[in-house]
T-cell receptor, first 111, second 115 residues
């Protein structure tokens, strides 16, 4: 079945450092891909998405490109802030709103 | 601007007890779902519904029941709680189709401990 694999955390960075969180997926068809973010004590919220190969999703300085050839959707940000500290989930959907999530990556940003 | 509201936020149960986690949304979303979040495993889909009167099983449905009598409400029932059901539970909703497919709106979660 479909699955999503994320890099293990926690990832600890200093403020203004470059961020990459790796995500690869396995799917039978051509899924839509998502990054969700969960801030402490809150539910998940959509950060960005891409619906077809070579699409780039972007939001709040984060971006990720749908790479079909490497089945990847890595999350990047050029300069992280303390307020970016959260858990980041990569997810895919082949069938409407049924999402398959990765295990999540904890990001900690130090000032 | 309520969005998705879950109650209770915290609950402690003894093995064998029953309870219902409540979920309500005020966005007129057709699709609603329940996930459980466990360390190192991400979120796993328990049950989902594509509209009033329609429910279906997700990846981990055993031990849970749901019903969808109205568009707004989607309660999750544990009939006989087990320690393996200790988890954080999230309710999520979405418009059923269209450009927002895959964008789920989550509640704040319900932390359940089964002793």
């Amino acid at each position: 079945g479909d699955s999503v694999t994320q890099m293990e955390g926690p990832v600890t960075l200093s403020e203004e450092a470059f961020l990459t969180i790796n995500c690869t997926y396995t799917a039978t068809g051509y899924p839509s891909l998502f990054w969700y973010v969960q801030y402490p004590g809150e539910g998940l919220q959509l950060l960005l998405k891409a619906t077809k190969a070579d699409d780039k999703g972007s939001n709040k300085g984060f971006e990720a490109t749908y790479r079909k050839e490497t089945t990847s959707f890595h999350l990047e940000k050029g300069s992280v802030q303390v307020s970016d500290s959260a858990v980041y989930f990569c997810a895919l959907s082949e069938y409407g709103n049924k999402l398959v999530f990765g295990a999540g990556t904890i990001l900690r940003v130090k000032s | 601007n309520a969005g998705v509201t879950q109650t209770p936020k915290f609950q402690v149960l003894k093995t064998g007890q029953s309870m219902t986690l409540q979920c309500a949304q005020d966005m007129n979303h057709e699709y609603m779902s329940w996930y459980r979040q466990d360390p190192g495993m991400g979120l796993r889909l328990i049950h989902y519904s594509v509209g009033a009167g329609i429910t279906d099983q997700g990846e981990v449905p055993n031990g849970y029941n749901v019903s969808r009598s109205t568009t707004e409400d989607f309660p999750l029932r544990l009939l006989s709680a087990a320690p393996s059901q200790t988890s954080v539970y999230f309710c999520a909703s979405s418009p059923r189709q269209g450009a927002n497919t895959g964008e789920l709106f989550f509640g704040e979660g319900s932390r359940l401990t089964v002793l």
